[in-house]
């Protein structure tokens, strides 16, 4: 990643990274596309000299350099992830960006069969070891030059990522508000001091230790910036390259415990819930899964007032079970009996014929609805299968046209049953065994 100031440093990088390429990669620059920039126009020459195809976009055509927006896409989308997880400043923003190239060449990618840009590129697997939370607190070691005996051993810093071409960490002083490179730092990946700081941090000149102006491509074979650290979860990561003398680990500062305000307003049930039982507490896991109820239904239902016959017709439903599936169903023979009944009235009433199917037709499926009768008293009638068409998967003017019911209204009902009661008429149910 290379940081311009103005669009005049083009031509200067571009030069340098062709000639990087060619001299660590043993490849040339086949062919280079841009938007139609005068920083791009201004190389033709160069370019026929190199021997290098030139392709120009369109004006206002992002879409025809579309990798490279992509691109850009995924890095400000990963980015602004790292920004609201540490609350590093804006004026910080060239080192996230910085942070997540570095990221992105070794993180493998689905597109390059899960291989990584760095592995790709170099013919072996990164190391990832070196990686920490970027924006995390971190401490590094003092300098033994002009430390006395009561000098602080170490600096309260923020981790920035890795300067490339040295084997150590970005850091920034929050005291001093300076930018420097250590390797020896012991990070704290959980604490992130930019969540609680309100003042804007001031960025050093460029006469600081730290100057993007020379920063190289996150291409080298040996990753300066990947020295082999330890990884701890519980503890601070301490980094290989830290000298023997054993630190005492510092006392990050404890943030103030938040006091969480509750309103004093008294609180109604709606007025649509009252016949509900909505807030009962929540029990444990355990509880639930061992059927364990603080506030079990009997203690809300009862069948004290009802009569004997009614109890027992309650009873005898509830202990019931019907099968849902013909699986199920084909395990007990009181079930097979109520199938084999169905498909002989079904026989027997020649609803069907067997043709050949259509081509380009589907045949329509069938299901099985299961359903128990009872008497009056609760006892068992009889088990009733029925076999049902799966409709549902008929379309409309291919399948069929027009639709008919067979169902008859209430109220052509209740005019016969009062034609009945006035004239005393006799009346018999028909119940048809099977409707298909």
Excluded at 337 to 358: D, G, I
Aim: with cysteine; hydrophobic share 35%.
């Amino acid at each position: 990643m290379i940081f311009l100031k103005t669009k005049d440093e083009t031509q200067k990088h571009l030069k340098h990274f062709i000639a990087y390429v060619e001299n660590q990669f043993h490849t040339t620059l086949k062919c280079l596309r841009s938007d139609n920039g005068s920083e791009f126009i201004a190389m033709t020459s160069f370019l026929l000299s190199k021997c290098i195809l030139h392709h120009k976009t369109c004006v206002e055509t992002p879409q025809q350099n579309g990798v490279v927006e992509r691109k850009h896409q995924r890095i400000l989308n990963v980015a602004r992830s790292l920004s609201f997880q540490s609350h590093v400043p804006i004026t910080m923003w060239n080192f996230t960006v910085q942070h997540v190239v570095h990221i992105i060449n070794r993180i493998p990618s689905p597109l390059l069969k899960f291989k990584s840009p760095f592995e790709l590129l170099h013919g072996t697997p990164p190391s990832i070891i070196h990686l920490k939370v970027f924006g995390c607190l971190a401490y590094a070691t003092t300098l033994q030059a002009h430390r006395t005996k009561f000098n602080p051993r170490a600096r309260k810093t923020i981790f920035l990522g890795f300067k490339e071409g040295t084997k150590g960490s970005i850091l920034y002083d929050l005291n001093s508000n300076e930018l420097f490179v250590s390797r020896n730092v012991i990070f704290y990946e959980n604490h992130f001091p930019f969540t609680h700081v309100t003042k804007t941090p001031t960025i050093p000149p460029r006469s600081s230790p730290i100057d993007l102006d020379d920063s190289l491509i996150d291409l080298s074979p040996h990753p300066a910036s990947a020295p082999e650290f330890q990884l701890a979860s519980a503890r601070p990561s301490h980094s290989v390259f830290a000298p023997a003398v054993q630190h005492e680990i510092p006392v990050v500062d404890s943030v103030s415990e938040r006091i969480i305000r509750k309103s004093t307003r008294t609180s109604q049930p709606l007025s649509y819930l009252v016949d509900y039982h909505c807030n009962l507490p929540s029990k444990s896991c355990s509880n639930v899964s061992s059927g364990i109820s603080s506030y079990p239904l009997s203690s809300f239902l009862s069948y004290d007032n009802c009569s004997p016959n009614y109890t027992h017709f309650c009873c005898t439903i509830s202990s019931m079970t019907k099968p849902k599936t013909f699986t199920q169903a084909n395990k007990f023979e009181c079930w097979k009996e109520a199938m084999a009944t169905e498909l002989h009235a079904l026989a027997k009433n020649n609803t069907w014929s067997v043709v050949t199917l259509p081509h380009g037709k589907v045949p329509i499926g069938c299901k099985w609805v299961y359903k128990i009768k009872y008497h009056a008293n609760g006892s068992i009638e009889r088990y009733k299968a029925r076999l049902v068409a799966q409709g549902y998967t008929q379309m409309e003017g291919v399948d069929y046209f027009d639709t008919f019911s067979p169902v008859a209204k209430l109220t052509t009902v209740r005019v016969l049953l009062s034609l009945a009661a006035i004239k005393g008429w006799h009346l018999e149910q028909l119940d048809v065994n099977n409707a298909f």
